[in-house]
């Protein structure tokens, strides 16, 4: 193996071309792995922990770009290099000519767009909070899709946006649907009554799609970033956006999610929205549900309930939380079925795209099957020591920041899941692997084209060292998204992977298989 750093001085290509590009290059039949990111601290020691940093590529600013490779044979090594100026080049050439006619500054781009009130930013994150902060003092909501933004910039901005009455939506806020408009990552759905407010990309992402399956839509989806209801950002952008949905003619019923909250702050949004003119439902994942109750506000346990307590609450009737059951026939004839398969592994490898959802599964499999280990543990003691190497009961977050400082995000980019989903079909004592597969506007465009050559591999694999393993997953999506929802569940099904309706019941059939 040949491995090799190149330097590009003062390159940047934002992550979807860098995707584009290294994938390009994984399909050349010598290259046995590739990375090209920008030169920061951080991502070098990306590099470095997956054995691709020489040091060449140590010398690269933060500024520059690093090319790095590993070629099978040397004589492969110049037309790969070839092929690397030829790709980033095309590329380079369409970004010039695409943003000559792209306003250049936020006040160029008021100057086009008088009119808009939410500014969107997507920037590395230690240049987010100018923009954000510019944004608001023009009077401008804010959207901030970017990462690796510092938490005192978060709270300077909310507290500013707070001021000034406005909303700030992050950082790292994946997904928003205002007024009908899809923002980052986010589903096609119909309008309707139920306003969500949510520090909760892909639980937003769920619960949307869920409600639209039921027939029923979505009035605004208000992302907040995942720190939001930590105890030192203390809820500032919920609060903004409850006064936001209580104000809201279209709105008649609000859905609050978040991950695992601080237990103070979600007393503290209790308490706000205790007495107010709308209905609401609440799904904070780990929250207490008794301190919910206390104040009459109803909990739900997870996603799918959530979806079902609130459309309940619109109709007027009793709510039944029983969405599945063990003693269904179906299931039951799934399960014993699947069990009856010689030479399964014990354990379960929970690969995820999505972070609720990968929370979600860890609080119902914990409950069902015991400890899991994570990179997003619910027990400290069960902390990976290693995020790239599963131990027993796994479910890993491939969302985290530790796996997208300097990489596409997981729901666009496959690889990073594809490899490690083979690296765990390997062990012998893997026996399910659990997925959970995002469709909608950001997402990758063809997520069964991009797996199911894989898992047929994987099961191809173990089938010839007489082994079995299980594959189970949930798509999120509509059927107007434009990976449509039947289309993807058809070929995932085909390939023999068990399909089930929501990431909840997913999980809940992976426990069955392991009782």
């Not at 009908?180 to 407010?197: D, E, H, Q, S």
């Amino acid at each position: 193996m040949i491995l090799q750093n190149i330097i590009r001085k003062n390159t940047y290509l934002d992550s979807i071309m860098l995707m584009s590009i290294s994938n390009t290059l994984r399909e050349l039949d010598d290259v046995d792995e590739v990375s090209i990111i920008m030169g920061t601290s951080a991502n070098k020691e990306i590099l470095r922990n997956i054995g691709l940093l020489v040091s060449e590529g140590e010398k690269a600013g933060p500024g520059d770009l690093i090319i790095a490779l590993r070629i099978k044979t040397e004589d492969m090594l110049k037309p790969v290099l070839q092929k690397v100026e030829e790709l980033i080049s095309q590329r380079m050439i369409k970004k010039e000519t695409r943003e000559e006619a792209l306003p250049r500054s936020l006040d160029a781009a008021l100057r086009t767009m008088p009119q808009a009130n939410l500014v969107l930013i997507s920037l590395p994150g230690e240049y987010a909070a100018d923009a954000a902060i510019e944004a608001l003092e023009k009077g401008r909501h804010v959207m901030i899709f970017s990462d690796n933004v510092p938490v005192e910039q978060e709270i300077m901005l909310k507290k500013r946006a707070s001021e000034l009455g406005l909303l700030v939506m992050g950082p790292d806020c994946g997904t928003a649907i205002i007024s009908g408009i899809a923002l980052g990552f986010a589903n096609v759905v119909r309008r309707g009554c139920f306003g969500i407010v949510g520090a909760s990309g892909t639980g937003i992402q769920e619960l949307t799609t869920l409600l639209h399956k039921r027939g029923y839509g979505i009035s605004h989806a208000i992302g907040l970033g995942g720190r939001d209801l930590s105890q030192q950002v203390r809820g500032m952008s919920m609060l903004q956006g409850i006064k936001a949905l209580e104000q809201d003619p279209e709105t008649d019923i609000i859905i609050l999610l978040s991950k695992p909250p601080s237990p103070e702050i979600a007393n503290l949004v209790f308490d706000a929205i205790k007495s107010l003119r709308k209905k609401y439902i609440i799904n904070f994942l780990k929250g207490d549900p008794e301190e919910a109750r206390k104040r009459n506000l109803p909990f739900a346990a997870g996603l799918e309930e959530a979806a079902e307590l609130a459309i309940s609450v619109l109709e007027g009737r009793s709510f039944s939380p029983a969405l599945f059951s063990d003693s269904d026939e179906m299931i039951k004839s799934l399960v014993q079925r699947e069990k009856k398969k010689p030479g399964r592994g014990k354990y379960l490898r929970g690969l995820f795209s999505g972070g609720t959802l990968a929370d979600e599964a860890l609080l119902i499999l914990s409950d069902q099957v015991g400890d899991i280990h994570s990179n997003i543990p619910l027990k400290e003691e069960l902390k990976l020591k290693d995020s790239l190497k599963s131990t027993a009961h796994t479910i890993v977050d491939m969302g985290e920041d530790e796996f997208t400082r300097g990489r596409p995000h997981p729901m666009i980019d496959y690889s990073l899941r594809i490899d490690r989903l083979l690296k765990e079909t390997d062990d012998r004592d893997c026996g399910i692997i659990l997925l959970d597969v995002v469709l909608g506007h950001g997402s990758h465009e063809d997520p069964a084209a991009a797996l199911v050559p894989v898992i047929q591999k994987a099961q191809k694999s173990a089938t010839t060292q007489g082994r079995h393993i299980s594959f189970v997953a949930s798509i999120t999506g509509t059927n107007e998204d434009p990976q449509n929802y039947e289309k993807q569940k058809k070929a995932f099904e085909q390939a023999g992977v068990f399909i089930l309706p929501s990431n909840a019941q997913a999980a809940r059939f992976s426990a069955l298989l392991l009782k």
